[in-house]
């Protein structure tokens, strides 16, 4: 199965394993699965580099994040496309929750039929919109 993992749970996997359920970790651990990176949390992951609001001592560039993601992981990086622009205009904004990176990354999700693995609890509120999220204990 495939699933689209967001950038939290990306950061965690790098940083703080401890915050991730049992069960994400055996969806993100079968070999059946396919794990995908939105490059929206490529580029959130990029900006928290650049401001110093999160440390990852792997990450030393561009090239390191991708080569992680790419090969240490072997998740493989879902990039945007027209579909997925399409699919966010549609989606309706949920009150309390306007961070266009998760919105961009839920319209992905959407428009490839992949389950959202997330932290952020709020995704559940596209469920009326069809998401399907997997929420991270």
Same mark, same amino acid.
């Given at each position: ?28 651990? %079968? ?9 929206? #949390? ?28 790419? %090969?240490?992981? %072997? ?43 997330? #932290? ?15 929420? %991270?204990?």
């Amino acid at each position: 199965m495939r699933y689209l993992i967001d950038t939290t749970i990306l950061i965690r996997l790098r940083t703080e394993t401890s915050l991730i359920s049992k069960d994400i970790f055996q969806i993100i651990e %079968n070999p059946e699965n396919l794990i995908y990176v939105s490059a929206v #949390s490529i580029q959130e992951i990029f900006m928290l580099l650049q401001t110093n609001k999160i440390v990852v001592p792997k990450w030393k560039s561009a090239k390191d994040v991708f080569e992680d993601i790419e %090969n240490t992981l %072997n998740f493989k990086i879902k990039y945007i496309k027209k579909e997925h622009l399409t699919t966010f205009y549609q989606i309706a904004p949920v009150k309390d929750h306007g961070d266009p990176f998760d919105r961009l990354i839920i319209a992905q999700s959407l428009t490839e039929r992949m389950p959202l693995i997330s #932290s952020d609890q709020k995704m559940k509120y596209y469920k009326r919109q069809g998401l399907t999220f997997i929420a %991270n204990a």
